[in-house]
C-alpha cells in the first residue's frame, strides 16, 4: 500500500523553528521527487519545497527561501521540512506529496502548522 504520513507540526510563536516529518512506504522511495505542499484557511493548495530522488536538487518557493529547507533520507524513506523563522503568514496544512505515474498523486494525511504573532 502507498503511504506517505506526515508529523511534526504544531503551534508556535512568530520567529520559532518546526520540523515537519513525511514517511513514506509501498514504493521504491529513493527514484521519486518528493515535495512539500500547503494549504492555508480559504486559500489554494500551494508548493512550498521540493527535492530531486538524490536529494542533489532542491527547490523553494520564494516565500520561504532563506528560511525553510528540505531535505530527505533515503534510508529511511523519509523526506523533511526544516522550517525557521516562522511568521503567521506559514500558518497552514502541509502536506506531503509524491506522483504516482502521469496523472496520480499521492498526498500525506496533512499537519497542522500554527504561528501565533
Not at 43 to 66: M, Q
Request: hydrophobic fraction near 30%.
Amino acid at each position: 500500500q502507498v503511504q506517505l504520513v506526515d508529523s511534526g507540526g504544531g503551534s508556535v510563536q512568530a520567529g520559532g523553528s518546526l520540523t515537519l516529518s513525511c514517511v513514506a512506504s509501498g514504493f521504491t522511495f529513493s527514484t521519486h521527487n518528493m515535495k512539500w505542499y500547503r494549504q492555508a484557511p480559504r486559500k489554494e493548495r500551494e508548493l512550498v519545497a521540493a527535492i530531486s530522488p538524490s536529494g542533489g536538487t532542491t527547490n523553494l518557493a520564494d516565500s520561504v527561501k532563506g528560511r525553510f529547507t528540505i531535505s530527505r533520507d533515503n534510508s529511511k524513506n523519509t523526506v523533511s521540512l526544516q522550517m525557521n523563522s516562522l511568521k503567521p503568514e506559514d500558518t497552514a496544512v502541509y502536506y506531503c506529496n509524491t506522483a504516482w505515474g502521469p496523472s496520480i498523486n499521492i498526498w500525506g494525511q496533512g499537519t497542522q502548522v500554527t504561528v501565533s504573532s
